[in-house]
């Protein structure tokens, strides 16, 4: 494909086990921690540039092949901008003891539960389903 690559290589800690990702090469307003890489996780369906719980810790770049950076990334990083926007909604207000069931009648739940189970199609994310999707009308 002929685009700059890095591996992100996050060492263990007392805290917890050591991780690695794929940087991608972007433009630098995309990338993570200003490092002109995308954050691409390998172990699981995520969002391309969706750092997770990764977002804090402390990395090492290992440099791992020169290209050409990858430009098209915006629309994949403004998913996950809009992704965790609306799981944080969704999730307050179920935090703060509302029932699921009452997302039908109010518009902004139901417009971003929506984005939330369109975003997991799209990008064939399942950890962020709530049980009742299971039962959703399929998108």
């Given at each position: 494909m002929g685009y700059s690559v890095a591996i992100l290589n996050y060492p263990?800690?007392?805290?917890?086990?050591?991780?690695?990702?794929?940087?991608?090469?972007?433009?630098?307003?995309?990338?993570?921690n200003n490092?002109?890489?995308?954050?691409?996780?390998t172990t699981n369906p995520t969002i391309p540039?969706?750092?997770?719980?990764?977002s804090d810790k402390?990395?090492?770049?290992?440099y791992t092949a020169n290209g050409s950076s990858f430009d098209s990334i915006a629309e994949e990083f403004y998913d996950v901008?809009?992704?965790e926007n609306a799981k944080n909604i969704v999730s307050n207000f179920l935090q703060n003891g509302e029932n699921f069931s009452q997302i039908q009648s109010n518009q902004t739940l139901q417009k971003n539960n929506l984005l939330i189970r369109t975003l997991n199609k799209k990008y064939g994310i399942?950890?962020?389903l709530h049980p009742q999707d299971l039962f959703a009308k399929p998108i």
């Open positions: 263990s800690s007392q805290l917890w086990e050591g991780h690695s990702a794929i940087g991608l090469s972007v433009p630098m307003n995309f990338s993570y490092s002109s890489y995308a954050f691409i996780e540039t969706d750092v997770g719980i990764y402390k990395y090492d770049i290992v901008k809009d992704f399942t950890e962020y």
